[in-house]
Every structure is written in structure tokens, then in C-alpha cells.
């Protein structure tokens, strides 16, 4: 979609950052116009011209790049997003640059540009899982935690009908355990908290929740809301199966364990899995190879 030339004219001007009209927005002098620009990889110099004519002009040029939304999923072209990604990005509104520049306002940047991208059913919002501003249509929330928001070539949006969608934010410290609820498995579980805390996290199972009237429905919530799921697949448990499969398809990573190589059917066999033995030496090695998968995960995530 290519938006509307008002709304154009107005991004410019909050890119440029005047005072009187759009005083949330940090100020851009020529120069750091043509910073905004190139950090994006965008090969544009201001060179004395009006600043609002400019960057207008820059911005009509972009909304009309034949990229635009060429698979129909109702957004600007890919240079537009980027640059209303940019100018809402935090970074912009932690500090001032120098003891005179105006004190900025990144909330109220957000509901402006939310206000004014209304009309075309877009929104901007910080992602959970990497912190980083995302426009999308509105109503929508990106909470998986398995793939960074610039690497997606495309998504889904769905609505579940058994489940209801938590109002609680994705915690990025927390490992959901599916796993059979039966006392056998209480050491794995204990072994599985360990190599949580070993790796500065901290994990959860579904049977020490008790918030709503079904057991499934504190299931979804705990998966949904967390960066990591473990999956104990020992017995072939066809609740934890099921679980996993929530898991895969909101877009988690999931970390297979098992007790026996048989228990992993052919349908997932291709996944890289851990096989741990349940004595004493077997769960010691479970939960320091369980660490450093689970330390890596965070880190990958916490990098994007």
C-alpha cells in the first residue's frame, strides 16, 4: 500500500523534529537528516534545501518504490516501515545529545504516529522479545521468540478458538516445561530449574499454575508468555506432544528431551534432541548441556 501524501508530509515533519508542530520528536539538523537516511542504507544528502521539503520529497520517492507490498499484506513499501521504525526508535528518546537539545517524549512520539497511521489500520509497537519498534497492521502482536522480526519473509495471523490470548507480555527469563505431570518425573523437573538458574533463567510448569478454570488454558498462557520451551517427550505423553505443537506454531524454541531415542516419532525425529539417563550422573550431565543450550537461546535473543 502506498499511504496517503498528508500522511507523508506529516512523518516528514516529525522526522525533522520542529519544535512548534511536532515537539515530541527529537530535532534534526540538515546533517543529521542525512545521518537518518544513510544509517538505513538509504543514499540520500541534504544539501541546503528545506528541511520539511526534503525530507518530503525523500519520503514520496520511498512510498513509491515498486517493492510496495508487493505479497498484499496491506503495509508501505519496505523502506517506509523501516523509516517509521527508525524515527520511533528508543534510542532517540533515552538522552539528550547536548545540554541544550529539547527533552523528547518517545510515549507520546508512539501514540502520534499511532494517531496518525490510524486511518490506513497500521500501528507501531515495541516488540517483547528484542525491544525494538515494529509497525504492523493493528491488532497485531509479535511474540515469537524463535526468529527476529528482520529476519520474517512473511507472517501469519491467527485466532485460536479454544484459547483466549493473554494480556500478560512475553518474559523473556522464562522457560516453560512441558513434561507428564507424575512424581517420577519430579528430579528431571528439579534438574530442569537448575540448568535454568546455571543459566541466569527461571522456569515454570503448567501444574503449579492455577489461573483460569481449565488446565489447557494455563498451558497456552505459560508457553505464549515465555522466550523458551523444554519438552520432556520420555513415555511418548500425548499432552506434551500436543504442547509442543502449541509451541512450534506460536513460534517458540522448543528444546527436546528424552529418556529413551524411541519415544521421538518420525514426524519430529529431524530435531536435534537431548537423551539423558535418570540417575544421578545422567540428570548432572542433563543440566549442564541443558545450561548451555538454554544460555545460547537467551543470548541469541537478547542480541537481535
Known amino acids: ?166 494480556d500478560r507480555p512475553v518474559d523473556r527469563n522464562l522457560v516453560s516445561v512441558m513434561m507428564p505431570f507424575e512424581a517420577s518425573f519430579d528430579t528431571v523437573y528439579e534438574t530442569i530449574q537448575s540448568a535454568c538458574t546455571q543459566a541466569n533463567l527461571y522456569c515454570e510448569r503448567a501444574d503449579n499454575i492455577w489461573k483460569s478454570s481449565t488446565v489447557i488454558q494455563d498451558i497456552f498462557e505459560l508457553i505464549f508468555c515465555s522466550s523458551i520451551v523444554v519438552a520432556d517427550l520420555s513415555g511418548k505423553n500425548p499432552n506434551v506432544f500436543y504442547e509442543a505443537g502449541i509451541a512450534h506454531t506460536l513460534g517458540k524454541p522448543v528444546v527436546p528431551i528424552t529418556q529413551n531415542d524411541s519415544d521421538i516419532p518420525f514426524d519430529i525425529n529431524h530435531h536435534r534432541y537431548f537423551r539423558y539417563s535418570k540417575n544421578g550422573d545422567g540428570l548432572a550431565e542433563l543440566k549442564d548441556k541443558l545450561a548451555e543450550r538454554l544460555s545460547y537461546l537467551s543470548e541469541s535473543q537478547n542480541n537481535v
Open 1 to 166: 500500500m502506498r499511504l496517503p501524501p498528508l500522511i507523508i508530509r506529516s512523518l516528514a515533519g516529525m522526522i525533522c523534529g520542529d519544535d512548534n508542530q511536532f515537539p515530541e520528536f527529537p530535532y534534526r539538523t540538515g546533517s543529521a537528516l542525512t545521518d537518518f537516511f544513510t544509517d538505513l542504507g538509504l543514499d540520500y544528502q541534504h544539501c541546503n534545501e528545506s528541511r520539511n521539503g526534503w525530507t518530503k520529497d525523500v519520503l514520496l520517492e520511498l512510498n513509491e518504490d515498486e517493492s510496495v507490498d508487493p505479497e498484499g499484506h496491506g503495509l508501505p513499501s519496505a523502506e517506509i516501515v523501516r523509516v517509521v521504525e527508525e524515527l520511533l526508535d528508543p534510542v532517540y528518546y533515552q538522552s539528550l545529545p547536548y545540554p541544550s537539545a529539547k527533552i523528547v517524549d518517545h510515549r507520546a512520539a508512539v501514540e502520534r504516529v499511532n494517531k496518525l497511521l490510524k486511518s490506513q489500520n497500521l500501528e507501531v509497537s515495541k516488540d517483547k522479545s528484542t525491544g525494538k519498534m515494529h509497525l504492523q497492521k493493528a491488532n497485531c502482536s509479535f511474540i515469537s521468540t524463535a526468529v527476529s522480526l528482520p529476519k520474517i519473509q512473511e507472517t501469519i495471523t491467527f485466532c485460536p478458538a479454544v484459547f483466549e490470548i493473554p
